[in-house]
Nanobody
Framework: QVQLVESGGGLVQPGGSLRLSCAAS????????MGWFRQAPGLERQFVAG????????YYADSVKGRFTISRDNAKNTVYLQMNSLKPEDTAVYYC?????????????????WGQGTQVTVSS
């Protein structure tokens, strides 16, 4: 069983930065690939970034490539999403997700555990 708790969301001006954290419980964290997804009102949940269990491989949605960075600290059972150059269209609830398996994947149906989400609002 894996439990995920996100933190770090908030209100930021366009061009600003935020760092999201996702703390995971359970001894299997080092075996889990992790992902960040987001969902804006009226839209489907979409993949943002993913990282392999070792941290050696990452994958990003085109819309965030070059602005967002995913990383993990397996000693702390935590995955991070550093978000720079934020835009109003980045406004959404951001979810952390975990899957059994080492590889990065983008499909939400392949993740078995989800956090409760944290709101990110980009507005002046």
């Amino acid at each position: 069983q894996v439990q995920l708790v996100e933190s770090g969301g908030g209100l930021v001006q366009p061009g600003g930065s935020l760092r999201l954290s996702c703390a995971a419980s359970g001894r299997s964290f080092v075996n889990n690939a992790m992902g960040w997804f987001r969902q804006a009102p009226g839209l489907e949940r979409q993949f943002v970034a993913g990282i392999s269990s070792s941290g050696g491989s990452t994958y990003y949605a085109d819309s965030v490539k070059g602005r967002f960075t995913i990383s993990r600290d397996n000693a702390k059972n935590t995955v991070y999403l550093q978000m720079n150059s934020l835009k109003p269209e980045d406004t959404a609830v951001y979810y952390c997700a975990a899957r059994f398996g080492s590889m990065v994947v983008a499909g939400s149906q392949l993740y078995g555990y989800w956090g409760q989400g944290t709101q990110v609002t980009v507005s002046s």
